[in-house]
């Protein structure tokens, strides 16, 4: 093999380049592995271990740490504390632009986001990929779930997803892990809430392994302990991350090159052969440029990493933009809505507490236009949220001194229930990213610019997310019920998607239903950026099922002389 020759090419090494490079790997693929960022080892997690008194500045952010993230710092944002704040990008070496503001949430190093992330996993169902093409909005999506249950299936065997089966028509059950257990103040309200509306309240499905796993594929992951310590990373391998799962898989077929500190900043295109060849790296600590060359590229750069790729790879084909001949390239961002939620308190459990720190909440599954509900906009939402005992620090605002303090913190507080909706957004070529040629990176990259807000259908829906909150714990019976707004920008929910959208005709969409660019059919997009609606489920788990489809895919038009 020609020296940087491969079989294959990925993008990334987050929740959808961890599994491109294991299901190509296995399928016998040599397989180049790009990442941006420095490589983040298995076990690699320095705050993993620390007790609270060993973290400095009470686990709270600096003013060196405000001025080195002036963004993650916003009231949006989170992140920024002693134990996780070298997950994320520092903001003045990776600027960007808001015309319109967005909370961009990025983690460059091995690993991506999946280190970091909530770890919440639910499918799509017919009602979200049948909704664009009945309502006329966005583009069809050109798979139905029938496609996409057995990547479901297959993946969460895989990396262990917890959680009970509920038969529900919106929120297709999966290969479950057993669940985790609602505790006692969440069990009420879950009958309260079947009684009075009918409504649903499960524990959440959550990728961390709450018994052993069901396949002897991951030695090196361990059932959870329960500490709810995940996004400083987990040694037991007991929450999925491609560093704990896909990647080591990858690594053991001896068919993975992982190149970290790689900067891609374009791809390249033979306008003979009417492909892709490969890609141009900038390595992030020499600056020294590469070239790298295969018969296939899968891109998982995450939505906006892919969509600052491609706008930024011109070309005589390709003027606007590498696959671009919709014009779509870049446009339909998507985020959840996010933010909106209330909380109440809860008397009757005094005497009742729970075991462990459950690193998972509750999950309200989507009922608004379900059935025979009809809402006056589009869609519908879902709420996460949690029942806890306040801890000592309620204390704080307490005239207590001396003994009475100390007795009063032995004593667990009240118990109180919180919840927040998240809520589906609709595709809109108006809501789009572009390249800021003016404003350059410390790369020389132009940056990217944000233009996105929600429209009247989430302006709707949010007041939707807000009452029924409200009516749903009132009707309960709880007391002090509270509501709260956060001043969450379009990005928050950390769900961005859509910038380069699966569809069955290359004038209105990106890709087809494979995953593959309808342009070049040698290059595959398997981060968020394929969505063609976002529903309103926590997407992760969909990004992974639909790259293992395309590598299959892939790998047999390979075979098969296609591509
Ligand atoms: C705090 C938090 C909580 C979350 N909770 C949940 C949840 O509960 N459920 C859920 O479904 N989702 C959740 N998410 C979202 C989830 O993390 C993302 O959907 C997921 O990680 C996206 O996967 P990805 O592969 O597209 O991108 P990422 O995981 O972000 O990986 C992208 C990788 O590409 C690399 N990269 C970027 N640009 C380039 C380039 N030009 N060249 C080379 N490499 C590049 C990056 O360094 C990174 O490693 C959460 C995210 C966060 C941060
Ligand atoms: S709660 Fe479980 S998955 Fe999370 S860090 Fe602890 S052991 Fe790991």
Redesign the pocket.
Known sequence: MDKNTYDAIV???????GWAAKELTEKGLKTLV????PMVKHGDYPTAMKAPWELPYADQPTQEDIRRWPKHTRPSFY?ITQSTKHWFVDDLDNPYEETKPFDW??????????L??????YRLSDLDLEANGKEGVGVDWPIRYADLAPWYDYVEHFIGVSGSVEHLAQLPDGDFLPPMELNCVEKEFAGRLSDKFSRKLIIGRTANLSGPLKHDKSPQRATCQYRNLC?RGCPFGAYFSSNSSTLPSAERTGNMTIVPN????EMIYDNAKGKATGVRVLDAETGKQTEYFAKVIFL????F?TT??LLNSTSSRFPNGFGNDSGELGHNVMDHLFGIGVSASVEGHEDRYYSGRRPNGFYIPRYRNVGSDKRSYLRGFGYQGSASRQNWSRLVDEPLLGDDLKRAAEEPGPWRLGMSGFGEMLPSHSNYVTLDHNHKDKYGLPVLNFNVAHGDNENRMKKDILDDAMEMMTAAGYRDVRSYITPANVGAA??EMGTARMGRDPKTSVLNGWNQMHACNNVFIT??SFMASSACQ????T?MAMTARAAKYAVDELKRGNI
Do not use: E, K
């Not at 790009?34 to 960022?37: A, N």
């Not at 970091?116 to 996993?121: E, I």
């Not at 926590?538 to 788990?541: A, E, I, Q, R, W």
């Open positions: 993008v990334g090494t987050g929740v959808s380049g790009l990442d941006r960022g992140g949430f990025r983690g460059y190093h091995v690993g991506g986001r999946s970091m992330w909530g770890r919440q996993s996004m790689s900067i891609v900043y998982c750069a995450s939505t990493g600052h790729i950390i769900h981060d968020g926590n997407p992760s788990l990004y």
